[in-house]
T-cell receptor, first 121, second 108 residues
Framework: EAQVTQNPRYLITVTGKKLTVTCSQN?????MSWYRQDPGLGLRQIYYSMNVEVTDKGDVPEGYKVSRKEKRNFPLILESPSPNQTSLYFC????????????????????FGAGSRLTVL | SQQGEEDPQALSIQEGENATMNCSYKTSINNLQWYRQNSGRGLVHLILIRSNEREKHSGRLRVTLDTSKKSSSLLITASRAADTASYFC????????FGTGTSLTVIP
């Protein structure tokens, strides 16, 4: 089954304790992205990656790191979590169609993971 | 921000009625997409309309796009209780930008 898998789904941690949220996709998608969802603010992009070893900041990158060493994996790292990073996090992936740049070419539909609810105390 | 904005923020209708949600955005786009989110779950793609299209249908969904007004609408006909969810528009130029969503409640 084509899917994006995030882990953990739920996590409660304390301020300053490093954590990693993993994201893996089995669709051979070039594009991967992390979003956070907060009430009244919609989905805001944290980081995205066009392909292996290529990452770029989204709208709210502060306090987060990412890496893209393999095509299928795109972990989100919180080096020193703070309470304002309490949120619902989503990973998404999409196909980069031949001859185009994301997301300008063709049907660049995103497939989302089920979400990771993070609470930082 | 290039973020889309959905209107209304919340909508409650009876089963069988039609539901209309609107999306406005700020900059030029290549395409506009609508996604659905069941409570606390990941978003699921519903339909995509390209910037050179004006209307598109998929089952009970009808999407319109007016690039001169920078707006789109999503119509769900003959709504069902299972349509209860939040609906988001997403615009794409260089990146994806999601709105804050419309929360739809369909009352059986």
């Amino acid at each position: 089954e084509a899917q994006v898998t995030q882990n953990p789904r739920y996590l409660i941690t304390v301020t300053g304790k490093k954590l990693t949220v993993t994201c893996s996709q089995n669709m051979n998608h070039e594009y991967m992205s992390w979003y956070r969802q907060d009430p009244g603010l919609g989905l805001r992009q944290i980081y995205y990656s066009m392909n292996v070893e290529v990452t770029d900041k989204g709208d709210v990158p502060e306090g987060y790191k990412v890496s893209r060493k393999e095509k299928r994996n795109f972990p989100l790292i919180l080096e020193s979590p703070s309470p304002n990073q309490t949120s619902l996090y989503f990973c998404a992936s999409g196909r980069l169609l031949a001859g185009g740049t994301w997301p300008n070419s063709g049907a660049n539909v995103l497939t989302f993971g089920a979400g990771s609810r993070l609470t930082v105390l | 921000s290039q973020q889309g904005e959905e209107d209304p923020q919340a909508l409650s209708i009876q089963e069988g009625e039609n539901a209309t949600m609107n999306c406005s955005y700020k900059t030029s786009i290549n395409n506009l997409q609508w996604y659905r989110q069941n409570s606390g779950r990941g978003l699921v793609h519903l339909i995509l309309i390209r910037s050179n299209e004006r209307e598109k249908h998929s089952g009970r969904l009808r999407v319109t796009l007016d690039t001169s007004k920078k707006s789109s609408s999503l119509l769900i006909t003959a709504s069902r209780a299972a349509d209860t969810a939040s609906y988001f528009c997403a615009t794409s130029a260089n990146q994806f930008y999601f709105g804050t969503g419309t929360s739809l409640t369909v009352i059986p």
